[in-house]
């Protein structure tokens, strides 16, 4: 559909890189000091700063960088009792002003009070030159000629880092958080993919034909997980023994459990469109809450669109994808022929000016399809010119085999996925 078209917005200006995180238990006991000694830094840093900030009409105005950055490494440099090496000082300032940033956004939203915004939870982030890669280790220095090391060889993730560059790690009391990047090759996607989101499925149009990504695993996973949820959340208010702590694993493992699945289900979205441009609508589940009866909200609840699009944006690029949203105002009820806009939302879409008839979902897939063409001044040609068969089945509730249960671990799941031909 979109041969021999270089969409311009997506040709990289500049070196790209896309970036991956695993966590390592952290079993060395000097990281610790080391966490004390960076926080104490950090702090007094923040109080520091703090006292110069000014305050006109509600609007923080923070001193500039560059105008005390002098003074200021000349004070956390005497305040370094611990004798930590000199860049943790520079990179201990750097982190200050991030802090003070976000706190004063807060407060001008009115949601923060106006004192220190002291770190509480310690961490450590680690730069470039304090760091050395031996082999699938990292060396990194705590103070001159005292150092701690970090291992990932035989790690489940050696292999898939193999090649790429290790940046700053940050180090905390129980994890170690590895960064690896790796450059991306300068290419464009050439054919695009648009999806409809709804509470069972993924409904799509490649250019060629429909196909519907089975979500039911996903939906059944939540479901279940809100009713043992239920369970254990009138255990953790009665404050009986043990109640919070129950209450924490769990979380914990639901968390787990959910975020499993989308990956494996978009690992299987990248794997079968490769190199496309996938086209999702931008949803806004909360205003949908607005206007949704008590029976609705809670299978909205049960949902995670947005959480799939987080998950797609930052795996596509290891697939040459791009991931694109567009308003999703009424694409379910609108002609992709001829724009005339129903009043109805019923299972099949039929056009009362042309005589357009398909599933509603379907439709939704063309129309998001024309919205990101829109973009670009494109048109969509062929498919909605020419009469349309072997999709219009579709009509009635799409329920789900059997009953709503929990699927366990889920570890070994398979993402159902059906292909509708046109005719």
């Not at 939704?364 to 072997?390: D, Q, T, Y």
Request: hydrophobic letters at 35%; charged letters at 30%.
């Amino acid at each position: 559909m979109l041969k021999n078209l270089r969409i311009e917005t997506f040709i990289p200006q500049e070196k790209e890189y896309i970036h991956l995180t695993y966590a390592i238990r952290n079993e060395e006991e000097r990281s610790k000091e080391l966490i004390r000694a960076y926080v104490n830094l950090l702090n007094r840093g923040i109080k520091y700063v703090f006292n110069k900030v000014n305050v006109k009409n509600g609007r923080v105005e923070l001193p500039k960088k560059k105008e005390i950055y002098r003074e200021l490494r000349e004070y956390l440099m005497t305040q370094n009792a611990q004798g930590l090496a000199k860049h943790y000082v520079d990179q201990a300032i750097h982190d200050v002003y991030s802090i003070l940033e976000s706190w004063r956004r807060r407060f001008e939203k009115g949601r923060s009070k106006f004192k220190p915004p002291l770190v509480r939870k310690g961490y450590v982030r680690v730069k470039t030159t304090l760091r050395k890669i031996i082999g699938r280790s990292v060396r990194i220095t705590v103070k001159p000629h005292e150092y701690i090391r970090y291992s990932w060889d035989r790690r489940w993730f050696s292999k898939r880092v193999e090649g790429m560059e290790l940046t700053e790690p940050v180090i905390k009391e129980d994890k170690v958080y590895l960064v690896f990047r790796k450059e991306l090759s300068m290419t464009t996607p050439l054919d695009a993919v648009s999806f409809d989101s709804n509470l069972f499925s993924l409904d799509g149009y490649d250019g060629e034909k429909f196909i519907t990504i089975s979500m039911k695993q996903l939906y059944s996973l939540k479901y279940g997980m809100q009713i043992k949820r239920a369970k254990v959340q009138s255990v953790a208010s009665r404050k009986l023994k043990g109640g919070k702590r129950l209450m924490e694993r769990y979380s914990h493992r639901e968390r787990n459990r959910v975020n499993d699945l989308l990956h494996k289900l978009a690992n299987f979205i990248l794997e079968l469109y490769n190199n496309h441009v996938l086209v999702f609508e931008r949803l806004n589940k909360q205003g949908m809450f607005d206007d949704a009866s008590e029976s609705l909200s809670r299978k909205l609840s049960r949902t995670v669109w947005r959480k799939l699009v987080v998950v797609l944006k930052y795996k596509a690029p290891l697939y040459g994808c791009r991931v694109v949203e567009v308003n999703p105002h009424l694409t379910s009820r609108s002609c992709p022929r001829c724009g005339w806009v129903s009043r109805t939302a019923g299972r099949t879409f039929r056009c009362g000016r042309c005589g357009f008839t398909l599933d509603r979902q379907f439709n939704a897939s063309l129309n998001i399809m024309r919205r990101f063409l829109h973009k670009f001044n494109l048109r969509m040609w062929g498919f909605p010119h020419r009469e349309v068969s072997g999709v219009i089945p579709l009509m009635g509730v799409r329920r789900m085999s059997g009953s709503i249960r929990d699927f366990g671990e889920l570890q070994g799941s398979r993402i159902e996925y059906k292909v509708h031909e046109i005719q």
